[in-house]
């Protein structure tokens, strides 16, 4: 199995469970403070692969983008900091229930290395193909506290036969 397909995967799994994940966090924080935690855990960990990946600290004995962005990180986390202490409906959350942001961070880079790995149309079908296969797991087994929806033959079907176009899409790949 290649990297590009293994990506594929991973990246279409998180999609699926980011919505379920950041539910929790919205039914303590509404729909704004939800967008606004999950985005501000998003840039920590953007800012983080940016430093150990990509980061370059000084240009030219200047600040550079990395030490610019690690200034961004620790305003972040002061935010995150008093969002913390302020927001008592955060306390005896699930410590899955931050990991939305950080999971958004992995599909966009997981999307990225798909495609170039396997093209556009390839990386989207086995991304989305993947995505519908967990789902349909959360749902029969009521994962990350959602209700528990049962699989029907009818369902199954459906998903046999995105499965089938994805075997008819990569067979050319």
Do not use: C
Not at 17 to 44: F, K, M, Y
Request: hydrophobic fraction near 60%; aromatic fraction near 6%; charge should be neutral.
């Amino acid at each position: 199995m290649s990297a590009g397909l293994v990506v594929a995967i991973v990246t279409g799994m998180f999609i699926a469970a980011i919505g379920p994940i950041n539910s929790v966090l919205q039914d303590r924080l509404e729909t704004w403070g939800t967008v606004t935690l999950v985005h501000l855990i998003g840039l920590l960990a953007a800012a983080a692969g940016f430093l150990l990946f990509e980061g370059n600290l000084l240009v030219e004995g200047r600040l550079g983008p990395g030490l610019r962005l690690l200034g961004w990180g620790v305003w972040t986390m002061l935010v995150l900091g008093v969002v913390w202490l302020a927001a008592a409906p955060l306390r005896g959350l699930p410590p899955y229930a931050f990991l939305g942001g950080v999971l958004g961070v992995a599909v966009v880079v997981g999307t990225i290395l798909a495609i170039q790995h396997l093209g556009v149309l390839a990386a989207l079908t086995v991304i989305v193909a993947s995505q519908l296969l967990t789902a349909a797991l959360i749902d029969q087994f009521g994962w990350f506290g959602q209700m528990q929806i049962t699989m029907t033959p009818t369902r199954t079907a459906g998903l046999l036969l995105v499965l089938l176009g994805v075997v008819l899409m990569m067979r050319e790949t």
